[in-house]
Nanobody, 127 residues
């Protein structure tokens, strides 16, 4: 049973950078595990942010964060990261890490495709 714990959330100003971490434990976490980040803004549904797909190692992003956010993972440390640059107020929300060893490519943007979730970490972008 994989357990995910996010960290790194903070209150920052527009234009700042922040790196979120997602530490995995309790199961098999390797290059065959797809990792993803989702977020939920106040009053909105949970939305896809980024994913690193297990099969091809490629990364996928929501249009709203493309060019500003980077997802990566360190298999040796069983940790995934989300580097967020040029943050804007619209990036505010609770960020969730998700993982799954068998998700297919066509489902990586759908929360229901992931079997494992962290508890979330708060990111607030405000001046």
């Amino acid at each position: 049973q994989v357990q995910l714990v996010e960290s790194g959330g903070d209150l920052v100003q527009p234009g700042d950078s922040l790196r979120l971490s997602c530490a995995a434990s309790g199961g098999s976490f390797n290059r065959y595990t797809t990792m993803a980040w989702f977020r939920r803004a106040p009053g909105k549904e949970r939305e896809f942010v980024a994913a690193l797909f297990r099969n091809n190692g490629r990364t996928y992003y929501a249009d709203s964060v493309k060019g500003r956010f980077t997802i990566s993972k360190d298999n040796a440390k069983s940790t995934a990261y989300l580097q967020m640059n040029s943050l804007i107020a619209e990036d505010t929300g609770v960020y969730y890490c998700a993982a799954d060893p068998s998700i297919i490519l066509s489902s990586i943007r759908e929360a229901r495709g992931y079997g494992y979730w962290g508890q979330g970490t708060q990111v607030t972008v405000s001046s």
